[in-house]
C-alpha cells in the first residue's frame, strides 16, 4: 500500500505528489496522458510571486513580462492597468508541467503516465484501466473539474450550466507587444464573459475567449471575430482547444475521510475571471506537505488542509457570490466597468496599492507553505 495515490498529473496533482514525498512518504501519481498538453489547455497568465514559488528562474522556464494590462468592457472604453511591482507573466505551462513530474520522479514518486482510474473503491482502492490495483492510505483528487474521486464517493460535484466556463483558444503567430496584455469583456466577442490576448513573446500569443455555459453560441466564429479585429494584420493559427473550467463555489467541503481535493477538482478557479493556476499549485502543494505530516503522525487529522484553506475559500465564495447576481447584460456591463474604473483610478492615484494587496495574499500562501516545512 502507498502511503498517497494522487489522482492527476497537473499542476495540482504534480505539486500534491512532490510535497508528499518531500517528507519521505510513499507516493504514486496516477495521469491518463503520457505527457502534458502541447499547446497546454490554459491562458499560462500568473502573477510573479506564485512564480517564484516555483523557481521558475532556477528550472529555466520561459516566461514574458506583462507591464500594462488593457481592459475594455463591450466597447464602453479601454482602461490601461499599469503593473509597478507585481507584474503578470506568461509562462510555459507545458515545460512546467515536464519539470515538475521530472521533478516527483526524482524525489522518487512512482508515476503511471497514460493510465486512467476506472474506479475507486473506498477508502483506499483504485482500479486502472489496465486492471492494475493500487491503494493509499491518503487519496488527493487532482482530476480537474470532473471531479472524480468526489463524484464516485458521493459528494455533489455536479455545475449548472451557468457554473461552467466554456473556453476556447488559439496558439497565434504574428506581431505583438509582448509587454501588453488585453482583455475584453462581454459583447461581441464573449457574452458574459471575456476575451483575451496573453503574449507569450513579441511573435506569438495566446488568443481566445471564455463565456458562461448554457449560451447557444458559435465560439468558433466569436473567436476568430476577435483575432481579426484585435491583431488586424497578417497572422496564423497553429493550435486551437477547446476546455471547460469551474466558475462555481469551492467545494463544501475540501476533504471527506482519507481524501483531500485540490485545484478545479475542488472547484478553486476564480469565478470572475476563471484563472485557477496559483490556486492550483497553492492547494496542491498544500495538500502534499499536509499529506506527509499525517503520515508521519505529526497530523491527526487531514482536516488540516481545509481549516489553512479556509480564507481562500471564502475569498472564492464571495466573488461567486457577487457575479451570480449580475442576472442582466446591462448590470453585467455596468459591475464591471464601475469595478474596473475603480481599479485603474486607485492604481493611477495610488501606484502599487493593487499590486500590493495581491502580493499580501499570494505571500500569505507562501507563509502557510514555509510554516509546514
Known amino acids: 500500500m502507498f502511503d498517497v495515490v494522487v489522482i492527476g498529473g497537473n499542476l495540482s496533482g504534480a505539486t500534491a505528489a512532490i510535497n508528499s514525498a518531500k517528507s519521505g512518504a510513499n507516493v504514486v501519481l496516477v495521469e491518463k496522458n503520457k505527457e502534458p498538453y502541447f499547446p497546454p489547455h490554459c491562458g499560462e497568465a500568473t502573477d510573479k510571486v506564485t512564480a517564484s514559488m516555483l523557481n521558475l528562474d532556477g528550472i529555466g522556464c520561459p516566461k514574458n513580462e506583462i507591464k500594462q494590462i488593457k481592459i475594455n468592457v463591450s466597447s464602453v472604453k479601454e482602461y490601461t492597468f499599469k503593473l509597478n511591482k507585481n507584474s503578470v507573466l506568461t509562462i510555459d505551462r507545458n515545460f512546467l508541467e515536464k519539470h515538475l513530474l521530472k521533478r516527483a520522479k526524482n ?66 503567430q504574428s506581431n505583438f507587444n509582448s509587454e501588453i496584455m488585453k482583455i475584453w ?38 473567436k476568430n471575430m476577435y483575432i481579426d479585429d484585435e491583431i488586424r494584420e497578417k497572422f496564423e493559427i497553429t493550435h486551437t482547444f477547446r476546455s471547460c473550467v469551474p466558475a462555481s463555489k469551492p467545494l463544501e467541503h475540501l476533504t471527506k475521510d482519507n481524501i483531500m481535493f485540490v485545484g478545479d477538482a475542488a472547484r478553486l478557479a476564480n469565478p470572475v475571471i476563471e484563472n485557477g493556476i496559483g490556486n492550483a499549485i497553492f492547494s496542491g502543494s498544500l495538500s502534499g506537505k499536509i499529506a506527509g505530516k499525517y503520515i508521519q503522525g505529526k497530523i491527526h487529522s487531514l482536516k488540516y488542509y481545509e481549516k489553512l484553506m479556509n480564507d481562500k475559500v471564502t475569498r472564492l465564495t464571495r466573488n461567486y457570490n457577487w457575479k451570480n447576481k449580475i442576472k442582466t447584460e446591462a448590470k453585467f456591463v455596468k459591475s464591471y466597468k464601475r469595478g474596473i474604473f475603480l481599479l485603474c483610478l486607485l492604481n493611477k492615484l495610488f501606484p502599487n496599492i493593487c499590486e500590493n494587496q495581491l502580493i499580501r495574499i499570494v505571500q500569505k500562501d507562501k507563509k502557510i507553505l514555509d510554516s509546514l516545512k
Not at 524525489?107 to 491503494?135: A, Q, Y
Not at 492510505?137 to 455536479?158: L, S
Open 185 to 222: 469583456f462581454h459583447n461581441p466577442y464573449a457574452p458574459f464573459g471575456y476575451a483575451w490576448l496573453f503574449p507569450k513573446n513579441e511573435k506569438i500569443a495566446n488568443v481566445g475567449i471564455g463565456v458562461q455555459g448554457g449560451q447557444k453560441l458559435d465560439l468558433v466564429k466569436l
Open 107 to 172: 524525489h522518487g514518486v512512482e508515476l503511471k503516465l497514460g493510465r486512467s482510474m476506472v474506479t475507486f473503491n473506498p477508502p483506499n482502492e483504485i482500479v486502472l484501466d489496465n486492471k492494475e490495483i493500487i491503494k493509499g492510505k491518503v487519496i488527493i483528487d487532482a482530476t480537474g473539474i470532473g471531479c472524480q474521486i468526489g463524484r464516485r464517493i458521493g459528494i455533489n460535484t455536479e455545475l449548472r450550466p451557468k457554473d461552467i466556463g466554456i473556453c476556447i483558444q488559439s496558439r497565434v
